[in-house]
């Protein structure tokens, strides 16, 4: 038998990802670790999941929670996450809702949708590492979302052609991105709209933050600005991600996408060939647990995060050296940092690991062209007041010994 089989050419493109790999150190007593961006389990309503699984399990849809399922998800959960959406402000009906296993897959199943090889899908710069992964199979392009200042239309679809193919849909978080936790103004969000429009794409909104907002006025979503303009959902470009993992539990992967008709049962079709439809107890849970409490736990996440997300960016301030610069996020998890040129974050997380016994994610895989080296992503969600102190003054140790060096 040979040592290798003939495996397709998108496998070139499939990488681990590097925060699935950090994420073990999160087993190690002696690391601070700021590395993984997953909410804090002592948050979970562990007792409202335990009475919903127990109510399944011993009322009449117990037969039902075990047994196959429509492929478009548990009736009752669509319901409630279409008045879900109508309460940020996008209009839909049942037929605009299909569940996943989690938004991961929901962006999977987007990039298999859109993408031929040699496409080009628009991202930020940084974008989420997870989108990139869900993608890159697909053997796509990437060109830079500009929001701000006169990059015309036609100079994307250029360089799609010049690739050998075209512009197929624009991804973005546009509250509190995974990894800056920057979130997009409204002018920003309608540029993006605008530019969708002129090049004829879909968006694709990330709204895994959505409801992890500390300060300012929550801004309308993308999805609800395409509404507006066009009229109707089932006109609208924007195909809205959702899940409940940021909010109730990420272990029952329990997500959702909102749409347009037309894509909608595409996604439906795909999901019958892959998976036949998520977990239905998990989606039963979900529904009764969001039903009973959804604004009281996330109003209970938002505060335990909002005072670690103060307690990081004060430490910040008193801790780090002069050329070192941060996001001051409005909500999310994370908080972004540039470190002077010619540092290398990847190097110094390997020196961070070995000295200081402090974890965080470089920058690089963010960034669809590899670079942004001299970047790093910090998470404060799962980070008691005196690691968070004790984890930045050890950072700011790190970075002003790297710093004095390139001298």
Not at 183 to 211: F, H, P, S
Not at 285 to 312: E, I
Not at 384 to 394: F, L, P, S, T, V
Request: with cysteine; proline share 5%; aromatic share 8%.
């Amino acid at each position: 038998m040979t040592d290798t089989l003939k495996l397709a050419s998108r496998t070139g493109r499939m990488h681990a990802s590097e925060i699935r790999e950090l994420l073990k150190l999160l087993s190690r007593p002696d690391i601070i670790s700021f590395a993984g961006g997953i909410p804090d389990p002592e948050l979970f309503p562990t007792e409202a999941f335990r009475s919903a699984f127990d109510a399944i399990m011993t009322g009449p849809e117990q037969t039902s929670a075990l047994q196959y399922a429509p492929s478009e998800g548990y009736g009752p959960l669509r319901e409630w996450l279409v008045e879900y959406m109508a309460r940020i402000g996008v209009s839909c009906e049942l037929e605009n809702i299909v569940m996943m296993s989690g938004s991961q897959q929901g962006l999977d199943y987007l990039g298999k949708l859109f993408l031929n090889p040699n496409d080009t899908a628009l991202v930020t710069w940084p974008a989420y590492m997870g989108a990139l992964l869900a993608f890159n199979p697909y053997e796509p392009n990437y060109d830079r979302i500009t929001l701000m200042g006169n990059r015309p239309a036609s100079d994307f679809s250029a360089r799609a052609e010049a690739a050998g193919g075209e512009v197929k849909f624009a991804y973005l978080s546009s509250d509190f991105l995974n990894p800056t936790g920057e979130t997009l103004t409204l002018a920003q969000r309608n540029r993006m709209l605008d530019l969708a429009e002129q090049l004829d794409i879909a968006v694709i909104e990330d709204g895994a933050y959505q409801e992890l907002r500390f300060d300012g006025d929550a801004i309308a979503p993308i999805q609800a600005l395409d509404i507006e303009r066009c009229g109707n959902i089932n006109q609208a470009r924007t195909i809205y991600c959702g899940t409940f993992s940021k909010t109730l539990s990420p272990g029952l992967r329990v997500g959702w996408v909102c749409g347009r008709r037309d894509i909608i049962n595409r996604l439906v079709i795909m999901k019958q060939a892959a998976d036949l439809h998520s977990a239905t107890i998990n989606q039963m849970a979900t529904y009764q647990v969001a039903r009973a409490g959804f604004d009281a736990q996330v109003a209970k996440a938002n505060a335990v995060y909002r005072h670690r997300r103060d307690c990081m960016l004060a430490a910040l301030d008193k801790h780090m050296p002069a050329g070192v610069t941060w996001t001051r996020p409005e909500g999310g998890m994370f908080v972004w940092v540039t470190l002077p040129d010619g540092l290398d974050a990847a190097e110094l997380l390997a020196r961070s690991l070995e000295t200081e016994k402090v974890a965080f994610v470089p920058g690089r895989p963010f960034f669809a062209d590899g670079s942004g080296e001299n970047s790093l992503r910090l998470s404060f969600s799962c980070m008691k007041d005196d690691q968070i102190e004790e984890g930045m003054m050890r950072l700011g140790r790190l970075f002003r010994t790297a710093k004095s060096a390139l001298k």
